[in-house]
Each structure stands twice: as structure tokens, then as C-alpha cells.
């Protein structure tokens, strides 16, 4: 019986030892399925297929993929590489995403691509068939299904308004008429003299929009030279004074055409033989013309008995092109007039003279 006894209690040890081997055996081989099954589901978490695809932009400051989207941006006035160059550019900011729901006939996960807080694209995930064979649990990594880039923030137009004789370039190359969106505007300061001189210089304004990042402007003048608009003057920086030759013109003429003129308008000689003498510096049928004709029958009312030129002083010319000039001057005088005796007077006018087959005609006046 005690042989009987040991033997049962031998089998018995023997039996749990097995079962127990059995069991851890059964522990290991489960604990190494949880293992792999964990290993499988952490590998094909989505959040692992974002990361990379971000980290590779955050090292590149690029990825392939938004070529196409730069190509298709209008950018005539930059080349191809300095829109990409732009773009890299834009991208060394702070890359980070945001989960987003899907667009209309998307699969998968979507997130927002964001640089310094700003959206710049999204790109959508879906699970990766050609990995089933390499899965034990039919779990899938993800692959990039779309991706769609918006890179319009990095547009800026252009607006310039500058006299009609002036060149415009943007990064080296030349506006042409296709840029223009109004022509023919007046200059501020000149606009009283349009009506009398219909060549008179006028501005146009250039428009150029889809510019991709930085842009080199250059203005040059009617003669080539660059130009650099002053924003704190008005129109009258692009009027042009007269060289001293026709300074000296506008001088002599200023004295003579004064003489007649105010001989004329105070009428102390004859209204016919003053008008005579006055066309010799007028233009006939001009703005000044008509008016002096106008004022001829008033003209024998006048009760001024002598007039004297005691100085005419050009204050300044100012060539308005194709032939019209501006002279500023001032006349002192001293008339005679009944009851009062000698009386000094000084005028300031500005007279619109045209230099017509070497002449010079006077064609509008205005006192100030």
C-alpha cells in the first residue's frame, strides 16, 4: 500500500509539472501573440503615417508632390525654381497638423497641414492592401491616398500709377499694354491745362497680380533712367523745368507778350491796333484768343490814361512737352488813372505758350 501510494503521489507531481509546463507554455506563446498583436496595431496606428510624412516636409522644407500644385499657380513674372524657392521659403516656418473629416468621396483619415498656424494643405490617408501579406491580425499601415497644397497666401498684386512716358519692370521684365488698367489720368497739378494743350503729359496705371513671394520693381524714366517715386510730393515731381536756352526765350517773350497784354487790357490804345499788336504773341482761335475778344468792346470804357512796365520777371518755365510750356511770371506796373494819380500794381500770372515753327504764342492765361 505505501508503494501504491508513493507511486500515485510520483504521478501526480509528474502530471502538474506537466500541466504547468503546459500552462506556462500556453502563457508564453499567448503572451507573445498579445506581443506581436500590440507590436502589428502600434505599427498601424495612423498617427505613425502623419509624423513621417510631416517630419519629411519639416526636413526638406518640400516634398515632390507639391510640384504640381506650384506649376499650376500663375506666375509669369517669376521662373518655375524661385516659386519653389518661395515655397521652401514659406515651409521653414512651424509645421504641424490637425485631424479634419473628409472631403466628399474620401476614405481613410484626413489632416490639415499647417505652417505658423496657417493652412497650406490637407492630405488623407487610407490602409495599405499590399501589407495583408505581412500582417498576422488583418490589421494595415496607411499610405497616402490625396493630397491637395494651397499656397495662394503667397500671392501679392501690384499697383503703380506713373507718367505715360515711364517704363515699369517687375523682376526684370518690361509691362507691357496688357497691364494697364486706366490711361489718360491728369496730372494733379497740371489739370487746368488740359483743355489747351491736348498732348499735355498724362499718367496710366499698371496692374500686375499672381506674384509669387518677393518682388524687384523698377521704374525708369522717358530718357532710361531709373526713377524712385517720391510718396511724399505730388504730380508735380514728374513735370520737367526748361533748360536755360528756353529759359532765355521765355524771358524775352514774357516781357513782350506783358507789354502788349496789359497795354491791350487797360485799354489806352485803340482796342483794334492793341488786339493787333497782341496777336503777334497770341495763337489764334486759343483759349486767350477768344477771351480777348470778348473783352474788346468793354474796352473803350476804360479810363486809364498811360501804363508803364516797370519789371517783368520770369519766375519760372516748365516744359509740358511736344512744344507747350508753362511760364510763371510777375509783371510790376504803374498806370495813371484819373482822380488818383499814379497807381503801382503788381500781376502774377501763369501763361501756356507754344513754340510753334520756332515762335512762341501765348494760347491761355491765369492770374493768381
Known amino acids: 500500500m505505501k508503494k501504491k501510494k508513493n507511486l500515485g503521489r510520483r504521478i501526480y507531481f509528474i502530471f502538474l509539472s506537466i500541466y504547468t509546463i503546459a500552462l506556462v507554455i500556453a502563457a508564453l506563446i499567448g503572451l507573445s501573440i498579445v506581443k506581436d498583436y500590440a507590436t502589428e496595431y502600434e505599427a498601424t496606428l495612423p498617427v505613425h503615417a502623419i509624423e513621417a510624412y510631416v517630419a519629411e516636409i519639416r526636413e526638406n522644407k518640400w516634398l515632390n508632390s507639391m510640384r504640381e500644385s506650384v506649376m499650376e499657380m500663375r506666375h509669369e513674372m517669376q521662373s518655375d525654381s524661385e516659386c519653389i524657392a518661395t515655397v521652401k521659403q514659406k515651409l521653414s516656418g512651424e509645421i504641424k497638423y490637425s ?7 474620401v476614405e481613410g483619415m ?7 498656424g496657417k493652412k497650406f494643405g490637407v492630405v488623407s490617408f487610407v490602409n495599405d492592401e499590399s501589407y495583408a501579406d505581412k500582417s498576422k491580425f488583418g490589421m494595415l499601415t496607411w499610405k497616402v491616398s490625396t493630397e491637395s497644397f494651397d499656397f495662394s497666401d503667397l500671392y501679392s498684386n501690384i499697383t503703380v500709377t506713373v507718367p505715360e512716358t515711364f517704363t515699369v519692370e517687375i523682376n526684370g ?31 496710366v496705371t499698371y496692374k500686375v497680380e499672381n506674384l509669387v513671394g518677393s518682388v524687384d520693381m523698377k521704374i525708369y524714366d522717358e530718357n532710361g533712367n531709373e526713377y524712385v517715386i517720391d510718396e511724399n510730393r505730388d504730380d508735380s515731381q514728374y513735370i520737367k523745368n526748361c533748360d536755360d536756352a528756353m529759359l532765355s526765350r521765355l ?66 518755365g516748365i ?36 513754340d510753334s515753327a520756332n515762335e512762341l504764342r501765348a494760347l491761355m492765361l491765369e492770374l493768381y
Not at 485631424?99 to 468621396?105: D, L, Y
Not at 507691357?176 to 503729359?201: F, V
Not at 506783358?258 to 488786339?275: C, K, M
Request: one cysteine or more.
Open 99 to 105: 485631424r479634419v473629416p473628409n472631403a466628399a468621396g
Open 110 to 116: 484626413s489632416y490639415a497641414l499647417l505652417c505658423d
Open 173 to 203: 521684365n518690361e509691362l507691357g499694354e496688357e497691364y494697364i488698367t486706366e490711361k489718360d489720368i491728369k496730372l494733379d497739378a497740371l489739370k487746368a491745362y488740359y483743355a489747351t494743350c491736348p498732348t499735355l503729359l498724362t499718367k
Open 251 to 316: 524771358d524775352a517773350f514774357a516781357y513782350e507778350f506783358s507789354d502788349r497784354y496789359f497795354n491791350y487790357i487797360t485799354g489806352i490804345v485803340d482796342p483794334a491796333y492793341g488786339y493787333q499788336r497782341l496777336m503777334t504773341v497770341m495763337k489764334s482761335g486759343s483759349d486767350l484768343d477768344e477771351r480777348m475778344k470778348v473783352a474788346m468792346d468793354g474796352l473803350g470804357w476804360a479810363h486809364t490814361q498811360s501804363l508803364r512796365i516797370d519789371s517783368v520777371t520770369l519766375n519760372g
Open 319 to 354: 516744359d509740358l512737352g511736344d512744344g507747350y510750356y508753362l511760364a510763371d511770371v510777375t509783371t510790376e506796373t504803374t498806370t495813371l488813372e484819373p482822380g488818383r494819380g499814379e497807381v503801382n500794381g503788381v500781376q502774377n500770372f501763369r501763361v501756356v505758350v507754344q
